[in-house]
């Protein structure tokens, strides 16, 4: 199975960029942890550079990278320049990055792109981690910090951005992304019998019994009238004929 390690930049003495009072450190470290969660879903390992607002060296992340073998190394991070100057996502690979880290980087970036960041494209950069990362290495810049269009996008469009970030690392690993809805979402015995109800012609418009037939809410007693007449005549077809 595949396995990725995933490391979210700063923390503890370094908070990393600082806009308003909110971190980098901790806008990274709370989302790339949901992303990390998202991934596991699927059966993948990853391990974390840091899982708390922790001190941690540029050293020792790497050191911690090179101890296994992973397929991925991805750094999280946020931007900043000039207040309310700079906006959008930028996704970085080593000068000379292996066709995977391309390859994952340009999946990212167009994920970001797609919740609505501005492009800033894939560039390449001598960072440490993504030059001492044995594994393909990327490194995102989920928007700027220090932009307030930015960072409401970051909150408002939060789950969008996990899910784009897993997805597309998911797929770079060949795996397809799995909705938490699909397989968590407990059954509603209401919409079950609708469902039947609507498949024999019985209600045409499930939205209104959906919202209506509901504790403390009224149904309108010609709805009701109809659909007792209906229902009544449906189970007379049911019956043995004499
Ligand atoms: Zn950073």
């Known amino acids: ?76 991070h946020r931007n900043a320049f000039m207040k309310e100057t700079a906006s959008g996502a930028e996704t970085y690979v080593f000068t000379e990055a292996s066709e995977k880290s391309k390859a994952l ?14 492009n800033r494209g894939v560039k390449t950069a001598n960072f440490h981690v993504l030059r001492e990362s044995e594994a393909p290495a990327v490194l995102i810049e989920i928007g700027f910090i220090d932009n307030s ?39 509603d015995p209401l919409t079950d019998a609708l469902n039947i109800l609507v498949k024999n012609g019985i209600i045409s418009s499930p939205e209104y019994w959906q919202e209506n037939a509901r504790s403390g809410k009224t149904i309108k007693g010609e709805y009701a009238a109809l659909l007792i007449e209906r229902m009544g005549a449906f189970i007379l077809t049911k019956l043995p004929s004499t």
Not at 105 to 118: E, R, S, T
């Open 1 to 76: 199975m595949a396995r990725l390690c995933f490391d979210y930049g700063h923390g503890g003495d370094d908070p990393g960029a600082v806009y308003l009072g909110r971190k980098e450190s901790d806008d990274v470290l709370s989302l790339g942890m949901e992303v990390a969660r998202d991934i596991r879903r699927h059966g993948v390992t990853v391990d974390e550079t840091r899982t708390s607002d922790a001190n941690v060296t540029l050293r020792a992340r790497t050191d911690l990278e090179s101890k296994q073998e992973y397929d991925y190394f991805i750094s999280f």
């Open 105 to 118: 980087a340009f999946k990212l970036q167009a994920a970001l792109v797609d919740v609505g960041f501005a």
């Open 149 to 187: 269009n930015d960072n409401n996008l970051f909150d408002s469009k939060r789950a969008e951005i996990v899910r784009g970030i897993s997805k597309a690392i998911l797929s770079q690993l060949g795996t397809i992304y799995i909705e938490e809805t699909e397989s968590e979402q407990p059954n």
